[in-house]
């Protein structure tokens, strides 16, 4: 054999030859080998730029015409091959329905997760995960996509802990629960009280509760009233998921909502530390005005923008599930809701003005204070947890609102008010007393000092503006490095971007969103743009950072014959050396296993008419050896990886023969890791029968 030709043999040798009994796992070993030395010859050789060095960088600079910070930005940025991200940030994929997870600093998209719409790569919906969303369906119309705001990572005493992530649908007003561990989601709560909501979602520092606050209020319950009876009949509503981490799953015997006020509700944020068992909303609109009032004399958005103040709500959570507890809810569409009378009397909400048309609302990490950020006010107004509890129980209030829900007095809860410039929509924090603000309409991020507490960790003097980034352009959410949480690192701060004009190459009329990387890390006025990345999917609203290291996915499933949704072994899974095809008059059932490069069994004969139950178990032990599995003309797409089973359910369509084959490509003879599914004619004699019969 010529070495060039036993090369060839062993690649082939290797890349066939992985089964059961053959460990041999030549990329998994290379990459591992390849970190290691990485990482020696940078410690063994920090980079020293001698002569020859810089100007070899001096050339480059020049021919690229690149600046100095354009240079710093790179070297912030650039991640050598094979090295992985500090940070990860799941964010909201917008009208996509997924979530995006993508690595910071180098700002690399890492994988969608499919949650509200199917994905044919990773066989969601194909029909693998078709149960899951299918939960989502809204009376009977069933809902395939979904407008992605909110996504929120589960917490343990206010910090990320890594396990779960949540995200809200606002069109359809769905909560989805993603784990972690593999990524996927594993399940999609529609909510029996509104159609659409905004406010989800947010967790209560332990997680207890997944908030999911309305925004549009409606007759609660999909039931009809009038536009005209509005004021009677419409309202707002906060629902209080309750999380089983056990479970890994909302339990909706356990959950309940509040009725509001027919505000439109916004935004939520919960209370931690000091002001744990407070939640936080606001609302805009109290006007109550309605689409198509006063038609012809003025429009709505300055109808619902007449008055000076909107309301901040302020919910005692942990009142609010005692009332639930001792039977306070009445069932709405079968859901158990507090009235806001009941709410009132029972001391669960209260109300304070807020200045008008607000966006966010967020707690500092401490949870000493509220920021609220009004889109048609250059000020954040901060308000101190401690004033407002102080407030709530000496009942310092300036009257009630038309529904008798108490309004607390703004000059007893509000502490300062800071000018920071146009169109201040949502607030994050740092680890050095520093809050940040997204400007909307200035298209630009302010950095400003916080007081109380955080006073001591910023020599600048608390509550001033200290410094604007302009961003590129029309930012709405930002997010620093777990900067919602109890303890924030600060260090990198990414803005999304609403608009991206001349920012990359016209993707024609419709453009991507800019995502920009800040770098948050140099207390004072420094504070510059790193990265644009664009987002050309869906439109992102907001994102969390977590650190890398707190999550600990799995590379492949714990054991062959896993079941993703429960978890845990299935114990009907097909396992090596079980393979067949049952008949059982017209039941049929095949029990399949795939493993590099071939599906056993991989001729299947049915009749016309049958139906088939399909189970696959992945023999594989490998990381990264996913194996697809399509039907053509079946509109069947399954991943299968390492380790998964997966049970589907069909029924034989017109005789023919359908090749089924792997979707991924796998080994060196992936083409060759397919079957045929032969679906013969029904007997002529069956067809006599039914002939006979008419
Ligand atoms: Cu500002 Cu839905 Cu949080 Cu969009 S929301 S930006
Ligand atoms: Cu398995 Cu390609």
Request: glycine letters at 8%; charged letters at 20%; aromatic letters at 10%.
């Amino acid at each position: 054999m010529s070495p060039r030709l036993s090369i060839g043999f062993l690649t082939l040798a290797m890349t066939i030859g992985v089964g059961a009994s053959f460990v041999y796992n030549p990329p998994q070993a290379h990459a591992q080998e390849t970190k290691k030395k990485r990482r020696k010859e940078a410690e063994a050789a920090p980079v020293v730029l001698n002569a020859a060095a810089v100007a070899e960088l001096q050339k480059i600079a020049t021919d690229r015409k690149l600046r100095i910070e354009d240079l710093s930005a790179a070297l912030k940025t650039y991640l050598p091959s094979g090295t992985h991200d500090e940070y990860i940030i799941f964010a909201s994929g917008g009208h996509s329905g997924q979530v995006f997870m993508i690595g910071v600093p180098s700002m690399r998209l890492l994988r969608t997760i499919a949650v509200f719409s199917p994905e044919p790569w990773q066989g969601y919906g194909f029909p693998v995960g078709e149960e899951i969303l299918a939960q989502g369906d809204h009376q009977g119309t069933e809902i395939r996509w979904g407008d992605t705001h909110h996504p929120a990572l589960s917490e343990t005493g206010g910090e990320y802990d890594g396990q779960f992530l949540f995200i809200g649908d606002k069109a359809n007003a769905r909560l989805a629960v993603i784990d972690l561990r593999d990524m996927e989601t594993k399940q999609i709560v529609k909510n029996p009280l509104t159609v659409s909501d905004h406010g989800a979602s947010f967790v209560t520092p332990d997680s207890e509760y997944i908030i999911e606050g309305g925004q549009y209020s409606t007759p609660l319950g999909f039931s009809y009233a009038s536009v005209d009876d509005y004021q009677s009949a419409y309202r707002g509503m906060v629902t209080l998921w309750k999380f089983d981490r056990a479970a890994g799953r909302v339990d909706q015997t356990k959950s309940f909502a509040l009725e509001l006020p027919p505000y439109f509700q916004d935004l939520f944020d919960a209370g931690k530390k000091a002001s744990n068992g407070l939640i936080f909303g606001n609302s805009f609109c109290v006007e109550s005005v309605t689409p198509g009032f006063k038609i012809g004399e003025v429009n709505f958005e300055a109808g619902c923008s007449q008055r000076d103040t909107d309301y901040l709500h302020i919910i005692d959570w942990k009142k609010a599930e005692a009332v639930f507890a001792k039977g306070g809810a009445k069932l709405v569409n079968g859901f158990p809701v507090i009235s806001i009378k009941t709410a009132v009397d029972e001391g669960v909400l209260c109300l304070t003005p807020e200045p008008k048309s607000p966006h966010g609302v967020d707690v500092t990490p401490n949870g000493e204070f509220v920021v609220v950020a009004g889109k048609l006010d250059p000020h954040v107004t901060i308000y101190s947890t401690k004033k407002i509890r102080e407030a709530i129980a000496s009942k310092k209030y300036s009257g009630t609102d038309v529904y008798g829900v108490p309004v607390l007095d703004f000059d007893a809860v509000m502490e300062k008010q800071v000018e920071l410039g146009l169109g201040p929509l949502h607030t994050q924090y740092d680890d050095k007393g520093y809050a940040y603000t997204s400007l909307f309409l200035d298209s630009a991020v302010a950095r400003w000092t916080l007081g109380g507490e955080y006073a001591s960790l910023h020599s600048e003097e608390p509550w001033k503006l200290v410094t604007k980034t302009p961003v590129q352009y029309n930012i709405g959410h930002l997010v620093t490095a777990e900067g919602d949480s109890v303890s924030p690192d600060g260090r990198y701060l990414v803005a999304m971007n609403k608009w991206s004009l001349d920012r990359f190459f016209p993707t024609g009329p419709l453009l991507p969103q800019n995502f920009q990387l800040v770098d948050i890390n140099s207390p004072g006025t420094t504070m510059p743009v790193l990265y644009d990345m664009p987002i050309g999917v869906g439109e992102p609203h907001y994102a969390q950072m977590i650190k890398a290291d707190k999550l600990k996915p799995w590379t492949i499933y714990p054991a062959i014959g896993w079941n993703p949704h429960t978890q845990s072994i299935d114990p009907t899974a097909v396992k090596a050396g079980e393979e067949r095809v049952v008949h059982d008059g017209h039941d049929v059932t095949v029990y399949m296993t795939a493993v590099r490069s071939h599906f056993a069994p991989d001729r299947v004969e049915v009749t016309e008419g049958d139906n088939i139950t399909w189970k696959i178990t992945s023999l594989e032990q490998s990381m990264d050896a996913t194996h697809g599995f399509c039907i053509g003309g079946y509109n069947i797409n399954l991943s299968l990886e390492p380790g998964e089973a997966s049970t589907i359910h069909f029924k034989a369509g017109k005789p023919g023969v359908y090749p089924f084959y792997c979707t991924e490509f796998c080994s060196a003879l992936h083409l060759e890791m397919l079957g045929y599914l032969v679906v013969k004619p029904a007997a002529p004699d069956a067809k006599l029968t039914e002939a006979t019969k008419q």
